[in-house]
């Protein structure tokens, strides 16, 4: 029988501490969707429950592979790993938890699909992109919301004080990402299109400071832990932010569906140990602390100026299907996906 297993084990202590006054706007908001969408938290602390009364039913594997990247939408479960939790409340099951690291999404992706990883932190592109080439994935939980951690950069010195003020001029992002998600939204927003009224050059990620300060681009729409790299290092500064327009930059947590629901405790267990360092955010110093911000290439200041533009929210609502299925629009206009598709039948246990 399947057992349903979406978010976490208590909707009632989903009202968590939030670190930035967005946060707290957005966690209302997240109150509000969640009277729309029907949650399974209930049913998740019931699987927990059963299975441990019985001591193996809700596992199959005896390891779980997680493919992690360095991003500040995953800071909780970053806490998680350093601090052995997972390993910890898995113990009793036998079951192993190895991690693998990667750079980006795309390559986590060829990870699930060769069968080397069953759990994906990724962004909403990565996510998405994986579905649509038939990989038979569900979301498990919401790792984290980016209405403050998408932003559009100019130089510091930039005289722009408006997207309008860009027509005519060079703005750069990732191709194909969310960076160019948001920039086609906040230019339409201010009556520019992109393929008529700038010049849209390609980047690489990593290239957004280098073309803010050598002049080779007006702007760039970048994402954390970029955008406070950039800010703090005095390159750039922001001229708008995912806020500003409808883009929710929705950070999703995938699991191979077979091994989600074969494996019940083991998801109720990756989706606890992410509750519990969301909690645990404001506490996070020492030892911890250090590693997160070695493994983000960030000033152990700046981990917690990277975590307060990120809103961790963790359960699945339809606002979150919503922002999702805007990412696969935006990828089947610019032609990166061929069909379009209902994600709210990739949400795990629905």
Same mark, same amino acid.
């Given at each position: 029988?399947?057992?349903? #297993? ?5 909707a009632? +202590?989903? !009202?968590m *501490?939030m670190l930035?006054?967005? =946060?707290s ?6 109150? &509000?969707?969640n009277?729309e969408?029907?949650?399974t938290t209930?049913?998740?602390a019931?699987?927990a429950? %059963?299975s441990a009364a019985?001591?193996t039913?809700g596992?199959?594997?005896?390891e779980v592979?997680?493919?992690?990247q ?8 970053? +806490? ?7 390993e910890?409340?898995?113990?009793e099951?036998?079951? *192993?938890?190895?991690?693998? $690291?990667f ?6 992706n &060829?990870?699930?699909a !060769? ?5 994906g ?5 990565? /996510?998405v992109?994986?579905?649509?080439a038939?990989?038979d994935?569900v979301?498990?939980a919401?790792a984290a919301e980016g209405?403050?951690?998408?932003a ?5 010195d930039s005289?722009?004080e408006?997207v309008?003020?860009?027509? =005519?001029?060079?703005v750069?992002?990732?191709i194909?990402s969310?960076?160019h998600n948001l ?13 008529t $009224?700038v010049?849209?050059v390609n980047i690489?990620?990593?290239d957004? =400071?280098?073309v803010?300060s *050598?002049?080779?681009?007006?702007a #760039?729409?970048?994402?954390?832990p970029?955008v406070t790299?950039?800010i703090?290092?005095? *390159?750039?500064?922001?001229?708008a932010? /995912?806020h500003d327009?409808?883009?929710?930059g929705?950070n999703?947590i995938m699991a ?15 989706v606890d140990a992410?509750?519990?360092?969301? &909690?645990?955010l ?5 030892d ?5 911000a070695?493994?983000l290439?960030?000033d152990?200041?700046q981990v917690?100026? #990277? %975590? =307060?533009?990120?809103?961790y929210?963790v ?5 979150d299907?919503a922002?999702?299925?805007d990412t ?7 032609g990166?996906?061929?069909d379009s598709y209902d994600f !709210?039948?990739?949400?795990y246990g629905?």
């Amino acid at each position: 029988m399947k057992k349903k #297993v979406v978010s976490v084990m208590l909707a009632g +202590i989903m !009202a968590m *501490t939030m670190l930035s006054a967005c =946060g707290s706007k957005s966690s209302s908001a997240g109150s &509000e969707a969640n009277t729309e969408a029907k949650t399974t938290t209930e049913e998740s602390a019931e699987t927990a429950a %059963a299975s441990a009364a019985s001591g193996t039913e809700g596992v199959t594997d005896t390891e779980v592979n997680i493919a992690m990247q360095p991003s500040g939408a995953f800071i909780p479960f970053m +806490i998680a790993r350093e601090e052995g939790w997972l390993e910890e409340s898995l113990s009793e099951y036998g079951v *192993t938890v190895n991690w693998n $690291d990667f750079e980006s999404g795309p390559p986590m992706n &060829e990870s699930m699909a !060769a069968g080397s990883s069953d759990i994906g932190f990724l962004g909403d592109v990565p /996510a998405v992109s994986a579905i649509a080439a038939g990989q038979d994935n569900v979301a498990i939980a919401i790792a984290a919301e980016g209405t403050n951690a998408y932003a559009l950069l100019v130089p510091a010195d930039s005289d722009v004080e408006s997207v309008a003020d860009l027509k =005519g001029q060079t703005v750069s992002t990732v191709i194909g990402s969310t960076g160019h998600n948001l920039m086609e939204k906040l230019l339409s927003d201010a009556g520019l299109d992109i393929n008529t $009224d700038v010049n849209f050059v390609n980047i690489n990620a990593g290239d957004a =400071g280098t073309v803010l300060s *050598t002049g080779q681009a007006a702007a #760039v729409t970048i994402w954390e832990p970029n955008v406070t790299r950039l800010i703090e290092n005095g *390159t750039a500064k922001p001229l708008a932010y /995912a806020h500003d327009t409808d883009l929710l930059g929705v950070n999703p947590i995938m699991a191979n569906r077979e091994f989600a629901e074969s494996n019940p405790v083991i998801i109720n267990a990756i989706v606890d140990a992410y509750k519990r360092g969301v &909690e645990e955010l404001p506490n996070l110093s020492g030892d911890t602390l250090k590693s997160i911000a070695e493994y983000l290439s960030l000033d152990e200041a700046q981990v917690a100026t #990277v %975590a =307060g533009n990120w809103d961790y929210t963790v359960d699945i609502t339809d606002k979150d299907v919503a922002g999702l299925n805007d990412t696969i629009d935006f990828l089947v206009k610019i032609g990166n996906l061929t069909d379009s598709y209902d994600f !709210a039948e990739h949400v795990y246990g629905k």
